[in-house]
């Protein structure tokens, strides 16, 4: 059993299987969690049951109805809170993200940091719900539209982002007025437990918060699709693989809920013929290596011009073959594990399938064995030529694996961007004005972020994140995102002694 002091988050090492109403919840079986750094087990996690989830979702919606009628600035003295516990943590939770993640300490902290960022977001949100006064076409109306809370909204999170994609979800609908229930990756439960215990903590000072207003449910795809099952969530967030969103989809469909999807992809960065390539390089290995190729955002197709790609190849793969590779908790790695044996024969399976393909491996796709902790899968990024985008290439395999690819024309560059069926993030690298203003317009990429200069990952908060597509359409964090947690009522006063009706209909008049 691994040593980790979980006494300062009040956890142990057996996790509860849900914590409902600040009370923490045991199943009569656990499972236990390895760490991908070494194998070593980190506690044994319980799984939520169907009653707990039921009970949980009823406290959820009576948290709701207390909570849509605080005003929506002291919803955010809720979050300024939660914030400033976060920053007073920071360091003690990114050890947790990198423990059960296998993420370098500087991007779970990165991590954390978009939590703390994403908190005073929503806190200068809580002041700007706005919505608009439209002209009326008859006398003595006014028309206009508010943003009301939603409702107890489910959050579905992936585990290589633990904290981050539900603070996204979360605080937004915290100061929008929605409860909050959370089911976390089975692949990543400790980062959760510790997340909402820092929420308990902040809800201590704040009377006006009920205890169900942020809630925990562990458990995996049994717990998620009883989620989008249930009619008493209007909105259900779900983030992870396209696969799981074509389950997850047509069941809240199917009850005519909304679903928030953040799903899969397979994002693509072309190299123009002007680009400053020392600049490329840095990005390209940062976007293609860096999570060990475990971001939604990592990128898995480079597209390069035919005039540069002599030039660039070689210096790619020198910068390949100096990464380094290993514990995540040594501040000089810049690679950790993949988080298991799984996305180790995935990645195998891609790279036989890719030579099979007439690809031509140009560095690493192999696993490191000295240096490295043992119980843990570490591997060397892949680089691999391709002669053609089809295939292997136009699936997302959630490791380290850049395919490279060459072009002639930028027209050829982005329809072989735009040719897979995700479409979250993409890049163009160039110094030419019309190439860039070509690739973000209306016949570029049809991706849901697209980048000039900078590589496919690594967004801000401040703008809306999430990808068009099989990548599912939903967006999240900054911009006006915070409206898919509230529902639009169109209202119409009359403040006169007629009754006009619109569009000049006359009735028994
Ligand atoms: P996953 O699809 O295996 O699981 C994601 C979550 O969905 C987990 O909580 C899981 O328990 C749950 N789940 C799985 N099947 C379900 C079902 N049928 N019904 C309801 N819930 C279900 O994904 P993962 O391996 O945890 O994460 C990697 C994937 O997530 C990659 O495809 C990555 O691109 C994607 N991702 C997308 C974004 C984004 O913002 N677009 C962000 C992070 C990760």
Redesign the pocket.
């Known amino acids: 059993m691994n040593t980790l002091n979980l006494a300062d988050w009040q956890i142990d090492q057996r996790w509860p299987a849900a914590v409902i109403a600040g009370h923490a919840r045991y199943a009569a079986q656990g499972r236990d969690l390895a760490s991908p750094i070494d194998g070593a087990v980190l506690g044994t996690l319980d799984y939520a049951s169907a009653a707990e989830l039921s009970e949980a979702i009823s406290a959820a919606q009576a948290a709701f109805r207390a909570w849509r009628t605080v005003p929506a600035p002291r919803r955010g003295e809720l979050v300024r809170r939660i914030g400033e516990l976060v920053r007073q943590r920071k360091p003690a939770l990114a050890q947790l993200v990198t423990l059960e993640t296998g993420k370098i300490v500087s991007e779970a902290e990165g991590e954390v940091q978009e939590w703390i960022d994403l908190c005073d977001y929503a806190v200068g949100l809580s002041r700007q719900l706005y919505g608009l006064t439209i002209a009326s076409e008859r006398a003595e109306h006014r028309l206009s539209e508010q943003w009301l809370p939603l409702g107890a909204v489910a959050v579905?999170?992936?585990?290589?982002?633990p904290v981050a994609?539900w603070a996204w979800n979360a605080m937004l609908a915290l100061v929008c007025g929605d409860s909050v229930l959370w089911?976390?990756?089975?692949?990543?439960p400790l980062s959760a437990l510790a997340a909402v215990r820092i929420v308990l903590d902040a809800m201590v000072d704040c009377a006006e918060a009920p205890p169900a207003l942020v809630q925990l449910l562990n458990?995996?795809?049994e717990?998620?699709?009883q989620?989008?099952a249930d009619p008493r969530l209007p909105l259900v967030s779900?983030?992870?693989?396209?696969?799981?969103?074509r389950?997850?989809a047509p069941?809240v469909a199917a009850r005519l809920g909304r679903s928030l999807?953040?799903?899969?992809?397979n994002n693509a960065a072309i190299v123009g013929p002007s680009a400053d390539l020392e600049l490329a390089v840095r990005a390209i290995v940062f976007a293609a290596a860096g999570t060990c190729g475990?971001?939604?955002?990592?990128l898995r197709r480079l597209i390069v011009h035919r005039d540069v790609i002599d030039t660039l190849l070689p210096r790619l793969v020198a910068a390949y073959r100096s990464l380094m590779v290993g514990d995540p908790r040594n501040r000089a790695t810049l690679v950790g594990p993949l988080?298991n044996e799984a996305a180790w024969s995935a990645m195998q399976a891609a790279l036989a399938e890719a030579v099979l393909e007439g690809g031509t491996l140009l560095a690493g796709g192999t696993r490191v064995v000295d240096g490295v902790p043992a119980g843990g899968v570490y591997v060397y990024p892949a680089l691999v030529r391709m002669p053609m985008q089809g295939g292997i290439v136009h699936e997302?395999t959630?490791a380290p694996i850049l395919y490279v690819l060459v072009y002639d024309t930028l027209d050829e560059a982005i329809a072989l961007n735009n040719a897979v069926e995700q479409g979250?993030s993409s890049a163009l690298f160039t110094r030419d004005l019309l190439d860039a203003e070509r690739f973000l317009g209306p016949a570029g990429s049809d991706c849901g972020l697209a980048n000039i200069n900078t590589g496919t990952s690594g967004a801000e908060i401040g703008g809306a994140?999430?990808?068009e597509k099989a990548?599912?359409g939903?967006r999240?964090s900054g911009s006006d995102s915070w409206r898919a947690y509230m529902r639009r009522a169109t209202q119409t006063i009359n403040y006169g002694e007629a009754l006009p009706l619109a569009q000049g209909v006359r009735f028994g008049d």
């Open positions: 579905i999170s992936a585990f290589n982002f994609v089911k976390p990756s089975e692949k990543t458990g995996s795809t717990v998620g699709q989620l989008a779900a983030t992870g693989s396209v696969a799981m969103g389950q997850l069941v999807l953040e799903l899969g992809g475990q971001r939604c955002t990592t988080i997302e959630f979250l994140f999430g990808g990548t599912g939903g999240e």
